[in-house]
């Protein structure tokens, strides 16, 4: 069995399918599924079948980001406050730390939140491992997308 990536409890990743070249990522093994915040969104119809369009502020230079996804589902998802909300789940390629991978995340509005997504143990699972003591362990993402490493932090 090939060893798994150690990641820090907070990372950057990005969604390429989705326009969205930097995200700074908080790592959370108790989260069931991945979340990414969304200033709006609205659905329509392409082809027949459910779309959510979305708007996103990554924050720094990137600016507002709008992007578009088939809707994959629709589930309750309880959030650590105990309260729970129906949420719309997409399917795209998450890349972090040299790996892509196609993952489901949930659109909801992270708002308050330090990281704009949280990246939860199904989407960590048989891939990545996590040390909580460490952080940022593969670099910083600049806008296009090209790894640049950071002196890496133990907090």
């Known amino acids: 069995m090939a060893s798994k990536i150690v990641l820090g409890w ?52 990137a600016g507002i980001i709008e992007a578009m996804a088939p809707i994959y589902d629709e589930r309750e998802v309880t959030d650590s406050g105990g309260h729970c909300t129906r949420r719309v789940f997409v399917r795209t390629v998450l890349s972090l730390a040299g790996i892509e991978r196609v993952v489901e995340i949930n659109l909801s509005d992270r708002r308050g939140m330090l990281f704009p997504m949280l990246l939860g143990r199904t989407a960590l699972a048989r891939v990545f491992t996590v040390d909580p003591a460490r952080s940022f362990l593969h670099g910083r993402l600049p806008i296009s997308g090209a790894i640049v490493p950071i002196v890496k932090s133990m907090q």
Do not use: Y
Not at 46 to 54: D, I, K, L, Q, S
């Open 10 to 61: 907070r990372e950057w990743a990005s969604l390429p399918e989705l326009g969205i070249a930097r995200l700074r990522t908080k790592v959370d093994s108790g989260a069931r599924s991945s979340a990414l915040h969304v200033d709006a969104q609205w659905r329509f119809s392409e082809g027949g079948a459910p779309w959510v369009g979305f708007r996103i502020s990554p924050g720094e230079r």
